[in-house]
Nanobody, 125 residues
């Protein structure tokens, strides 16, 4: 089993930055995908960014490319999402998620089997 705990959310003005953290515990050696998702009120959950662990390749939603950076610190078993140039439309609950499955499109949230509790990000204009 894997447990995930997010932190780092908060309120910021447009143009500001935040860094989210996702601390993992448990058996993480079988994890293939490490991702960040977000869900705004009244909207579906969407993939924001992902690391494919075997290759280290990263993937981003078009809406955050060039502004967000996903990274990991294996020694600390922690994943990060650095968010710069934040926009009001980035306001959402952000979740980290891990998957031990293979062979799926990274933003398919149904394929992730471990989820954190979420951290709120609010961007004001």
């Amino acid at each position: 089993q894997v447990q995930l705990v997010e932190s780092g959310g908060g309120s910021v003005q447009a143009g500001g930055s935040l860094r989210l953290s996702c601390a993992a515990s448990g058996y993480t050696y079988s994890i293939n995908y490490m991702g960040w998702f977000r869900q705004a009120p009244g909207k579906e959950r969407e993939g924001v960014a992902c690391i494919y662990t075997s290759s280290g390749n990263t993937y981003y939603a078009d809406s955050v490319k060039g502004r967000f950076t996903i990274s990991q610190d294996n020694a600390k078993k922690t994943m990060y999402l650095q968010m710069n140039a934040l926009k009001p439309e980035d306001t959402a609950m952000y979740y980290c998620a891990y998957s031990s499955r293979r062979g799926f499109t990274w933003y398919d949230s149904t394929k992730y089997n471990y989820w954190g509790q979420g951290t709120q990000v609010t961007v004001s204009s």
